[in-house]
T-cell receptor
């Protein structure tokens, strides 16, 4: 199937700093990508929809100023967690829809730990 | 977006066939049904997708009755490595927005 990558796979940062996570679709172009967050023993929670060339659409309860999303090209979306705090520690997963099959593929995830 | 209901957990033994059923009573006419597998600390992996009747690929089969209000993922001859969480999702193929339910934790025992 199609491949979606994320970088970094794991990041540890100090409280108050910002962290950027990249999501790339490697063999297809994606006008739309999605960002999810997953806490231990819980399901994935959709945070936002990233639209190439336009503003992201955030789900209810997700702070757009805290989780900045940039979808500057058809193969790259970035999520920046600004002024991170320990409660932002989580597993962040992106996905992209392959237009050839209409199937959504997920990245391997990024483990964020805020100290 | 249609809500799905799955059993929270299932146990099986190596070599057995496992069937996981998902209920989606409010599925819309243009919704597809997609199943994903997730291992700990990994992103979900696409397993299979279908609209009606039966779909089969190299890893699983998906059975969808005529009313489409449920679907069953069938895993033939499971192994220990199939221990994972399985998610059933429904939605139109064009939007791509997928809302995850709680999934089914499958535990395969030796």
């Amino acid at each position: 199937g199609a491949v979606v990558s994320q970088h970094p796979s794991r990041v540890i940062c100090k409280s108050g700093t910002s962290v950027k996570i990249e999501c790339r679709s490697l063999d297809f172009q994606a006008t739309t990508m999605f960002w999810y967050r997953q806490f231990p023993k819980q399901s994935l929670m959709l945070m936002a929809t990233s639209n190439e060339g336009s503003k992201a659409t955030y789900e209810q309860g997700v702070e757009k100023d805290k989780f900045l999303i940039n979808h500057a090209s058809l193969t790259l979306s970035t999520l920046t967690v600004t002024s991170a705090h320990p409660e932002d520690s989580s597993f962040y997963i992106c996905s992209a829809r392959d237009p050839r099959t209409q199937t959504q593929y997920f990245g391997p995830g990024t483990r964020l730990l805020v100290l | 977006l249609a809500k799905t209901t799955q059993p929270i957990s299932m146990d099986s033994y190596e070599g057995q066939e496992v069937n996981i059923t998902c209920s989606h009573n409010n599925i819309a006419t243009n919704d597809y049904i997609t199943w994903y597998q997730q291992f700990p600390s990994q992103g979900p992996r696409f397993i299979i997708q279908g609209y009606k009747t039966k779909v089969t690929n190299e890893v699983a089969s998906l059975f969808i009755p005529a009313d489409r209000k449920s679907s069953t993922l069938s895993l033939p001859r499971v192994s220990l490595s199939d221990t994972a969480v399985y998610y059933c999702l429904v939605g139109p193929p064009g939007t791509g927005k997928l809302i995850f339910g709680q999934g089914t934790t499958l535990q395969v025992k030796p």
